[in-house]
Nanobody, 122 residues
Framework: QVQLVESGGRLVQAGGSLRLSCAAS????????MAWFRQVPGKEREFVAL????????SYSDSVKGRFTISRDNAKNTVYLQMNNLRPEDTGAYHC???????????????WGQGTQVTVSS
């Protein structure tokens, strides 16, 4: 069983930066794709970024491209989301997720963390 635990979310002013972490345990992750999604109340989870755990390819939503970077530390079994130049519309609960397929669709992800809240004030 894979377990994912996110951390790093907090209140930040527009234009600021945050780094979210997602610590994974329970399974070797080399075959998996790791993604970040975000959600606000009343809306579906929105794709933010993904990357192959073994490295080599990343993908971002248009709304965060150039501002966010997904990366990983294999030794720590941890994936990060560096978020720069934050905007109020980036506010939401950020969840990390694992999948065996390269997908931007939430239903393709079998494993999810509980989420960490990011709030960007204007």
């Amino acid at each position: 069983q894979v377990q994912l635990v996110e951390s790093g979310g907090r209140l930040v002013q527009a234009g600021g930066s945050l780094r979210l972490s997602c610590a994974a345990s329970g399974r070797t992750l080399d075959r998996y794709v790791m993604a970040w999604f975000r959600q606000v109340p009343g809306k579906e989870r929105e794709f933010v970024a993904l990357g192959r755990w073994s490295g080599g390819y990343t993908s971002y939503s248009d709304s965060v491209k150039g501002r966010f970077t997904i990366s990983r530390d294999n030794a720590k079994n941890t994936v990060y989301l560096q978020m720069n130049n934050l905007r109020p519309e980036d506010t939401g609960a950020y969840h990390c997720a694992l999948s065996l397929v390269f997908s931007r669709v939430a239903v393709d992800y079998a494993y999810w963390g509980q989420g960490t809240q990011v709030t960007v004030s204007s």
